[in-house]
């Protein structure tokens, strides 16, 4: 599977962006797909996963509420829409594919893609 994260940029405190991530290569059957964020110096942290199939969604506590993760099967497609951004939420962030059921943990997604950098100004 490859994957190219697009759609990162530069908004202030408040603002929205989303995220783009296609997949391309194979066809995605019962693969989880997650976004991860990375600032310098830190461990890849979990943001969001969904699982291709049925569309089952899960968020780290930290984005809950404020961000959306879905997908557009016809267009092989992961988007993650992030609404009333807040400075902590600058970093590099990934999207990656998984076959486990273990969507939390980065260790266990096998394909990522390049990451794209979102940068929230105070």
């Known amino acids: 599977v490859q994957l190219q994260a697009s759609g990162g940029g530069l908004v202030q405190t408040g603002g929205s962006l989303r995220l783009s991530c296609l997949a391309s290569g194979r066809r995605l059957s019962y693969d989880y797909l997650g976004w991860f964020r990375q600032t310098p110096g830190k461990e890849r942290e979990f943001v969001a996963a969904?699982?291709?199939?049925?569309?089952?969604?899960v968020y780290a506590d930290s984005v809950k509420g404020r961000f959306t993760i879905s997908r557009d099967n016809n267009k092989n497609t992961m988007y993650l829409q992030m609404n009333s951004l807040k400075p902590d939420d600058t970093a590099v962030y990934y999207c990656?594919?998984?076959?486990?059921?273990?969507?939390?943990?980065?260790?266990?997604?096998?394909?990522w893609g390049q990451g794209t950098q979102v940068t929230v100004s105070s």
């Open positions: 990656a594919s998984s076959t486990s059921v273990r969507v939390r943990s980065s260790d266990d997604y096998a394909y």
């Open positions: 969904i699982s291709w199939a049925g569309g089952t969604t």
